[in-house]
């Protein structure tokens, strides 16, 4: 499986855009890329995927590079509720498998004031 | 309600004692997992089932046993506790569908498990 990068931690002000980054460079053809938050102490929670165009829901919108290299995960106005850790995972798409997610260590976003 | 539930919330355990944290999905997912997360650590997973009956290890299984009877339940038992197995469990379920985009999976709430 693809592993990914992504920076420890990240701050964003309250209503501003929270950009987060994920590298994954050795991405393959049939792998999606996944992101997650967990807030502290809660299980995590599925946010967006995708493969290689550009998704959006009512959470976030996931934005993937043309070589799919690497993507970002955009919270539009970000809250104090969006204060987590944030886990990029590329996960394959087996069909008749279980198909595993693999956990990094991902962002922690402080949403402040 | 509909969901996935983990029972018990919080367990306090002895030293070699045997202890089954329950994992329960009204969805009837095909798939679910077992995952332990250690403080500062992200999430390791331990067991995982594609269906009733079906079960496989993951990346931390030592010590620990699965089983699937029923395509809801996915119990995960620790035969004889050791203190480096206090953690925060979670439990997980997916749905995948053949040919088809697979779906993002649902965690539990955890359940917090200290070995004294």
């Known amino acids: 499986d693809a592993k990914t990068t992504q920076p420890p931690s990240m701050d964003c002000a309250e209503g501003r855009a929270a950009n987060l980054p994920c590298n994954h460079s050795?991405?393959?053809?049939?792998?999606?890329v996944y992101w997650y938050r967990q807030i502290h102490s809660q299980g995590p929670q599925y946010i967006i995927h995708g493969l290689k165009n550009n998704e959006t829901n009512e959470m976030a919108s996931l934005i993937i590079t043309e070589d799919r290299k690497s993507s970002t995960l955009i919270l539009p106005h970000a809250t104090l509720r969006d204060t987590a850790v944030y886990y990029c995972i590329v996960r394959p798409r087996r069909s008749g498998t279980a198909s595993k997610l693999t956990f990094g260590t991902g962002t922690r976003l402080q949403v402040t004031l | 309600d509909a969901g996935i539930t983990q029972s018990p919330r919080y367990k306090i355990t002895e030293t070699g004692r045997q202890v089954t944290l329950m994992c329960h999905q009204t969805w009837s997912h095909s798939y679910m997992f077992w995952y332990r997360q250690d403080l500062g650590h992200g999430l390791r997973l331990i067991y995982y089932s594609a269906a009733a009956d079906i079960t496989d290890k993951g990346e931390v299984p030592d010590g620990y046993v699965v089983s699937r009877s029923k395509t809801e339940n996915f119990p995960l038992t620790l035969e004889s506790a050791t203190r480096s197995q206090t953690s925060v469990y979670f439990c997980?379920?997916?749905?995948?569908?053949?040919?088809?985009?697979?779906?993002?999976?649902?965690f539990g709430s955890g359940t917090r498990l200290t070995v004294v």
């Open positions: 997980a379920s997916s749905e995948s569908r053949q040919g088809q985009r697979s779906y993002g999976y649902t």
């Open positions: 050795t991405i393959s053809g049939n792998e999606y």
